[in-house]
């Protein structure tokens, strides 16, 4: 399997290779807490890093603080861009609960600051906007965080455009993180709005979560046709539909990671294209 091959992209002063690693996985079951093997996650990671992976995302909340630490722990934080994100606490049991506030913001980039051992995050994300606080107060807070040098890029996640919008009136807007990929297209105008402001959009569950069934025959033809998996063929498609797409597949298995860097070298053609967007 070959390593990353995908063309780059810029956020803010660092060049990224467009294929990144999702880093959400690495945590135990159901995003709570710690793996049964953290030394397996550690190696996931440094693997990534290894196959030319130099954008990896996570958050705070993945764990919560879990996963930000194995990447630290991994020694890949100096190797690769680490896009994270505040904005969610997490429930014992699971829950993901939107908290906005400007306090609140500061204290968890703080806190992700010395989780990862960085002077300053690489590119900071709003998780998802609070509807009960003010989301111009949010972004505010976080182009203060901008100004104050403690993150060097700002990115939204779970908005629609006219959030976007909004924020880019605060503070320059580096990235837009949204669910997109094959079978859920439904935030195509932002990966538009992206596209004609030359911003980054970052698909999240580019493959499906793992679940691609609704288009499985069009999808396994084309990989037929590839000598390759449904997953590659989710992945090629996300990075020849945009210049400006990010896809950061997840995975807590070596194996899949390989598949998944390796489907930076697979080309479609127009057939192809034609074919998954039917
Ligand atoms: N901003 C947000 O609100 C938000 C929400 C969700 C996710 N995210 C981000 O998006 C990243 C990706 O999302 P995701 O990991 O949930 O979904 P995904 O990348 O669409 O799919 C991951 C799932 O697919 C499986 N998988 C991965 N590669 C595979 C392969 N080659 N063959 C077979 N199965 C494979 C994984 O299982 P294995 O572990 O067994 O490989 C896992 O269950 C996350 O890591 C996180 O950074 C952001």
Known sequence: MGTNQSDTFDIGEYTVHRLGFGAMRLCGEGIIGAPDDEEAARDVAREAVDLGVDFIDTADSYGPGTSERLLREAGVVDNALVATKGGLLRSHDGDWLPHG?????????LASIDRLGVDSIDLYQLHRPDPDTDFEASVTKLAELKDAGLV???GLSNVSVEQLETARDHVEVATVQNNYNLVNRE???VLDACE?????????????????DEKAEAVDAVADA???SRYQVAL???LSSSD????????SSVEHLRENVAASGIELTDDDLARLSE
């Open 101 to 109: 506030d400007p306090d609140y913001l500061e204290n968890a980039a």
């Open 152 to 154: 060097d890029n700002v």
């Open 187 to 189: 935030h195509q105008d």
């Open 196 to 212: 004609g402001a030359g911003i980054g959009f970052i698909p999240y569950f580019p493959l499906g979560a793992g679940d691609l």
């Open 226 to 228: 590839h000598d390759a």
């Open 236 to 238: 090629a498609w996300l």
């Open 244 to 251: 400006v797409t990010l896809p950061i597949p997840g995975t």
